[in-house]
């Protein structure tokens, strides 16, 4: 195997037994940056010199016999979450020179487990959109295909991990953003529960909806990263105080008809929903079959307000952004347009030089929502509709262990399809979405490929804090399901 | 809901943006398609349901207030796009 194939699990064996050194491995995912970054445009920036040093000093470390979980492990990062001394930009001009005088929480602890970072990942701007197609900065490409998108708004974070640029990555999802382009890449990405991970140094888009998450080559490496990011931290009143089980033992002392007895749900309202592409309900109803045969349960439940999911969403997130990117308003950090000299008006050139469309798209839809008059019959009905959509999973959960359900509507579309028809494209987050309103887990795992060559994934949503039974159904199935491709051909 | 121009300016001043000319009228068209659709909710029941702020722990999170060293601020300026020693300049606001 190639050094850029090893997933984090046997490179960390590799490392542990003296078979590589982090510089080779680092250097390995390095030389095919160079070789192929120009074609997917996953990376914002790449710092190879830091990148190096980091490698190096892991090595030390390891030359001392001391290892912890990740050391010399290279991970990329999704430019949304702050790195000390490293710009991060979130995919906005307004962020252009942006650099964070602190590392994000999930930062300090993947670095105090020896994590090289390689670099910052492209994304959607403020991670708002489904293809990565809104960034300021580049377009990136479906590493499968290039003609494609790679699902947004972490597709620069997916897409790395797919051109196998990184051992893995770290994304955030607000409404689908790891498991959509985890799905659309072919590769594993995990939402975990509101509040299992710290937001502090994530850049807020919807506080009340933004996880980060693993983006990963198998379910294993989810779970490795997923014990090293997770826990309460003071830095995040949000952050729960809920124990952190070892993700990995569970999977480590797994035994083959692990998954006998399991119940899985099956939203009805998930399979009449318009515009299931015929090839992603295919991909569906084997991977039910196989699950079915590794001894799940299926059974049908309901959740009955499926239909004002994209509605309640694309109110309250908005609402919530507008308030959030009211700081960028060229005072404190960030571009600044200079050419006014009063106020007000250097805050309006600021922000609408510093903010693409779909950004003042959305601080627009969330100012109008809030404002006086429009209160209530927007933000406020929006809040209640999520009272009900958080109901629907108490109760789906009284029967099923976890939801089965497609991922998204359609395999990845082609790149420009739908960048004038915002609706359209936030109608294709219709099955993640609830996940955020709800608070629970969700994994993505690749379930099969379009008659184009294109991954298709499988969702699998949780109880609160039960990332534990979607890793394990995960892990079964992926054992199990034997694709025929694992990486895209880039050469 | 449909939303007019007018309105869309007016909204865009409330949020400080200001937007092309070039674009306005696609931003017109768009923002009314989006409200159309999220018009949707008026037909869920939400009689006597309760509002949700999130997904968060409900219970208050509190803890001791210790003093703790500040950054200081060269680190809290280091990214002003503008500074006169340790103070953020700005346009002047009163005239």
Same mark, same amino acid.
């Given at each position: 195997?190639?050094?850029?194939?090893?997933?984090?699990?046997?490179?960390?064996?590799?490392?542990?037994?003296?078979?590589?050194?982090?510089?080779?491995?680092?250097?390995?995912?390095?030389?095919?940056?160079?070789?192929?970054?120009?074609?997917?445009?996953?990376?914002?920036?790449?710092?190879?010199?830091?990148?190096?040093?980091?490698?190096?000093?892991?090595?030390?470390? %390891?030359?001392?016999?001391?290892?912890?979980?990740?050391?010399?492990?290279?991970?990329?990062?999704?430019?949304?979450?702050?790195?000390?001394?490293?710009?991060?930009?979130?995919?906005?001009?307004?962020?252009?020179?942006?650099?964070?005088?602190?590392?994000?929480?999930?930062?300090?602890?993947?670095?105090?487990?020896?994590?090289?970072?390689?670099?910052?990942? =492209?994304?959607?701007?403020?991670?708002?959109?489904?293809?990565?197609? =809104?960034?300021?900065?580049?377009?990136?490409?479906?590493?499968? =295909?290039?003609?494609?998108?790679?699902?947004?708004?972490?597709?620069?974070?997916?897409?790395?991990?797919?051109?196998?640029?990184?051992?893995? #990555?770290? /994304?955030?999802?607000?409404?689908?953003?790891?498991?959509?382009?985890?799905?659309?890449?072919?590769?594993?990405?995990?939402?975990?529960?509101?509040?299992?991970?710290?937001?502090?140094?994530?850049?807020?888009?919807? #506080?009340?909806?933004?996880?980060?998450?693993?983006?990963?080559?198998?379910?294993?490496?989810?779970?490795?990263?997923?014990?090293?990011?997770?826990?309460?931290?003071?830095?995040?009143?949000? #952050?729960?105080?809920?124990?952190?089980?070892?993700?990995?033992?569970?999977?480590?002392?797994?035994?083959?008809?692990?998954?006998?007895?399991?119940?899985?749900?099956?939203?009805?309202?998930?399979?009449?929903?318009?515009?299931?592409?015929?090839?992603?309900?295919?991909?569906?109803?084997?991977?039910?079959?196989?699950?079915?045969?590794?001894?799940?349960?299926?059974?049908?439940?309901?959740?009955?307000?499926?239909?004002?999911?994209?509605?309640?969403?694309? %109110?309250?997130?908005?609402?919530?952004?507008?308030?959030?990117?009211?700081?960028?308003?060229?005072?404190?950090?960030?571009?600044?347009?200079?050419?006014?000299?009063?106020? %007000?008006?250097?805050?309006?050139?600021?922000? #609408?030089?510093?903010?693409?469309?779909?950004?003042?798209?959305?601080? %627009?839809?969330?100012?109008?929502?809030?404002?006086?008059?429009?209160?209530?019959?927007?933000?406020?009905?929006?809040?209640?509709?999520?009272?009900?959509?958080?109901?629907?999973?108490?109760?789906?959960?009284?029967?099923?262990?976890?939801?089965?359900?497609?991922?998204?509507?359609?395999?990845?579309?082609?790149?420009?399809?739908?960048?004038?028809?915002?609706?359209?494209?936030?109608?294709?987050?219709?099955?993640?979405?609830?996940?955020?309103?709800?608070?629970?887990?969700?994994?993505?795992?690749?379930?099969?490929?379009?008659?184009?060559?294109?991954?298709?994934?499988?969702?699998?949503?949780?109880?609160?804090?039960?990332?534990?039974?979607?890793?394990?159904?995960?892990? /079964?199935?992926?054992? =199990?399901?034997?694709?025929?491709?694992?990486?895209?051909?880039?050469? | 809901?449909?939303?007019?121009?007018?309105?869309?300016?007016?909204?865009?001043?409330?949020?400080? @943006?200001?937007?092309?000319?070039?674009?306005?009228?696609?931003?017109?068209?768009?923002?009314?398609?989006?409200?159309?659709?999220?018009?949707?909710?008026?037909?869920?029941?939400?009689?006597?349901?309760?509002?949700?702020?999130?997904?968060?722990?409900?219970?208050?999170? @509190?803890?001791?207030?210790?003093?703790?060293?500040?950054?200081?601020?060269?680190?809290?300026?280091?990214?002003?796009?503008?500074?006169?020693?340790?103070?953020?300049?700005?346009?002047?606001?009163?005239?």
């Amino acid at each position: 195997m190639e050094y850029h194939e090893l997933t984090i699990g046997s490179a960390i064996e590799q490392i542990t037994r003296r078979k590589i050194s982090s510089f080779e491995l680092t250097s390995a995912f390095l030389s095919r940056i160079e070789t192929y970054e120009d074609r997917i445009g996953a990376f914002i920036t790449v710092d190879k010199e830091k990148a190096l040093e980091q490698a190096q000093k892991a090595d030390q470390e %390891i030359a001392a016999g001391r290892i912890s979980a990740l050391t010399g492990i290279p991970i990329a990062l999704k430019d949304i979450l702050c790195t000390k001394g490293i710009k991060t930009t979130c995919g906005s001009r307004i962020l252009e020179n942006f650099v964070p005088q602190y590392d994000g929480t999930v930062v300090s602890k993947l670095k105090n487990e020896g994590a090289v970072i390689i670099g910052k990942t =492209n994304l959607d701007e403020f991670a708002m959109g489904s293809s990565t197609e =809104n960034s300021s900065y580049k377009i990136t490409k479906n590493p499968w =295909n290039q003609e494609y998108v790679p699902g947004g708004s972490s597709g620069g974070s997916a897409a790395a991990v797919a051109a196998q640029f990184c051992c893995a #990555s770290l /994304g955030t999802d607000t409404g689908g953003s790891i498991r959509q382009p985890a799905s659309h890449c072919g590769v594993v990405g995990i939402k975990p529960t509101y509040g299992r991970v710290s937001r502090f140094g994530l850049v807020s888009y919807a #506080s009340s909806l933004d996880q980060i998450g693993p983006i990963t080559r198998d379910v294993r490496d989810a779970a490795i990263l997923l014990n090293v990011i997770s826990g309460n931290d003071k830095l995040d009143s949000t #952050s729960a105080k809920n124990p952190v089980p070892d993700f990995t033992k569970a999977l480590d002392q797994f035994e083959k008809g692990a998954l006998k007895g399991m119940r899985a749900g099956i939203p009805k309202e998930y399979l009449s929903a318009e515009g299931i592409d015929p090839e992603v309900e295919k991909v569906f109803l084997h991977a039910k079959t196989l699950l079915t045969d590794l001894g799940v349960e299926m059974r049908e439940i309901s959740l009955p307000h499926t239909e004002y999911v994209v509605a309640a969403y694309y %109110i309250i997130a908005p609402c919530e952004a507008s308030s959030n990117l009211a700081r960028y308003d060229g005072v404190k950090y960030g571009f600044r347009d200079k050419s006014s000299e009063d106020l %007000i008006e250097m805050y309006k050139k600021t922000k #609408s030089k510093g903010f693409g469309l779909e950004v003042q798209r959305r601080i %627009i839809i969330g100012t109008y929502a809030l404002s006086a008059g429009y209160y209530d019959a927007y933000y406020g009905r929006a809040t209640k509709v999520r009272t009900l959509i958080t109901e629907d999973f108490s109760n789906a959960f009284e029967t099923c262990d976890f939801i089965l359900s497609p991922v998204a509507p359609a395999p990845a579309f082609k790149i420009g399809e739908k960048t004038d028809d915002p609706l359209t494209m936030y109608l294709t987050d219709i099955f993640t979405l609830s996940a955020n309103m709800a608070g629970i887990p969700g994994i993505s795992v690749p379930a099969g490929y379009s008659s184009k060559g294109l991954p298709i994934g499988i969702q699998m949503m949780g109880r609160k804090f039960d990332e534990m039974s979607l890793l394990r159904a995960g892990y /079964g199935f992926e054992q =199990n399901i034997g694709l025929s491709k694992k990486f895209p051909d880039l050469s | 809901m449909k939303i007019s121009k007018s309105e869309v300016e007016k909204i865009a001043h409330l949020a400080r @943006l200001e937007i092309e000319d070039s674009q306005k009228e696609k931003m017109v068209e768009q923002l009314g398609n989006i409200l159309q659709y999220i018009d949707k909710l008026k037909d869920a029941n939400i009689d006597g349901v309760r509002l949700s702020s999130g997904a968060a722990i409900m219970n208050n999170v @509190l803890r001791e207030d210790v003093v703790e060293a500040s950054p200081g601020p060269c680190v809290t300026l280091a990214n002003a796009p503008d500074r006169d020693d340790d103070f953020y300049v700005v346009p002047r606001v009163v005239k």
